[in-house]
């Protein structure tokens, strides 16, 4: 079983930036893909970025060049960097771990563990 804990989320204003991390536990890191995902007030979760366990990552359209996903595979710890925040990045953002294959992708379903959330409030 996977349990993961996000941090690192708050209150920033438009253009300022903020790391989450997320840490791992109960698992071999190495047999997951990992992923952050993000859910506004009446919106659909969305991807944003995953990386896979020989350190390839992907991103979403919207998060490319704004967004920096990492990860620490001695410490279990995945982590999201995020520049140029704007109040549209308000959401809770997730991190999550899925084993369906060698390849991670930002698709909601191809996740099992989840972890409660971190809030993002960016204002203008």
């Known amino acids: 079983q996977v349990q993961l804990a996000e941090s690192g989320g708050g209150s920033v204003q438009a253009g300022g930036s903020l790391r989450l991390s997320c840490e791992a536990s109960g698992t071999t890191y190495g047999r997951y893909y990992w992923g952050w995902f993000r859910q506004a007030p009446g919106k659909e979760r969305e991807g944003i970025a995953c990386?896979?366990?020989?350190?390839?990552?992907r991103y979403a359209s919207y998060a490319q060049g704004r967004f920096i996903i990492s990860q620490d595979n001695a410490d279990k710890n995945l982590y999201l960097r995020m520049n140029s925040l704007q109040p549209e990045d308000t959401a809770m953002y997730y991190c999550?771990?899925?084993?369906?294959?060698?390849?991670?992708?930002?698709?909601?379903?191809?996740?099992?563990?989840w972890g409660q959330g971190t809030q993002v409030t960016v204002s203008s």
């Open positions: 999550a771990a899925g084993a369906d294959g060698d390849w991670c992708s930002v698709i909601r379903t191809d996740y099992t563990y």
């Open positions: 990386i896979d366990r020989y350190g390839l990552s």
